[in-house]
């Protein structure tokens, strides 16, 4: 039973560029969260989806957008890179919305330069 | 807004020490709460929860219980071991929106 898998692992980008990062969720699964942690922090949500929708969003730009696919894949799309948005991503998935345990990826590095 | 406030780190212990990482949390709603893992070279797990006032999670010898009088679900373990070396997360979560919130993480040591 495959878990959470993310794409790439790691990533290096130029400031200002663009950027698509890729989650597929554990089997069974149907919600997938996005998740942003710096080095020696703990992650920060950046926004929730289920159903193809975006159901919750923290406190990020809307550089930050997503989409969720009918196999409940999802991606995170980050624009206009800034150097600050160089962290750990982190893809979790889970069963239905009512507190359910997150599963979570081994993350994407991004390294912005 | 929510928010959560766990034990700064590193902790650092030894072998067989008791462990306690305090967590304490604001919440407008009655919170699910979750302890998460994440151990060297591999992503977050979840370790236990409890998802109502007084229930106790537990799972490999770790224990929290949901304190809602204090607000507080501070993670316990009677022996650590070397393998218990990790980073820890307290995070509640909301009933109404799901939303998972995440503390710093507290980085725990255990020297043989």
């Known amino acids: 039973d495959a878990g959470v898998t993310q794409s790439p692992t790691h990533l290096i980008k130029t400031r200002g560029q663009q950027v698509t990062l890729r989650c597929s969720p554990k089997?069974?699964?149907?919600?997938v969260s996005w998740y942003q942690q710096a080095l020696g922090q703990g992650p920060q949500f950046i926004f929730q989806?289920?159903?193809?929708?975006?159901?919750q969003r923290g406190n990020f730009p809307d550089r930050f957008s997503g989409h969720q696919f009918p196999n409940y894949s999802s991606e995170l799309n980050v624009n206009a890179l800034l150097l600050g948005d160089s962290a750990l991503y982190l893809c979790?998935?889970?069963?239905?919305?009512?507190?359910?345990?997150?599963?979570f990826g081994n993350g994407t590095r991004l390294t912005v330069t | 807004g929510d928010s959560v406030t766990q034990m700064e780190g590193p902790v650092t212990l030894s072998e067989e020490a008791f462990l306690t990482i305090n967590c304490t949390y604001t919440?407008?709603?009655?919170?699910?709460l979750f302890w998460y893992v994440q151990y060297p070279g591999e992503g977050l797990q979840l370790l236990l929860k409890?998802?109502?006032?007084?229930d106790k999670g537990s799972n490999k010898g770790f224990e929290a219980t949901y304190r809602k009088e204090t607000t507080s679900f501070h993670l316990e373990k009677g022996s650590v071991q070397v393998s218990d070396s990790a980073v820890y997360f307290c995070?509640?979560?909301?009933?109404?929106?799901?939303?998972?919130?995440f503390g710093k993480g507290t980085r725990l040591h255990i020297l043989p």
């Open positions: 979790a998935s889970s069963f239905g919305t009512y507190n359910s345990p997150l599963h």
């Open positions: 089997s069974g699964h149907d919600t």
């Open positions: 989806y289920y159903e193809e929708e975006e159901r």
């Open positions: 919440a407008t709603g009655y919170p699910s």
């Open positions: 409890a998802t109502k006032a007084d």
């Open positions: 995070a509640p979560s909301e009933n109404r929106d799901d939303k998972i919130i």
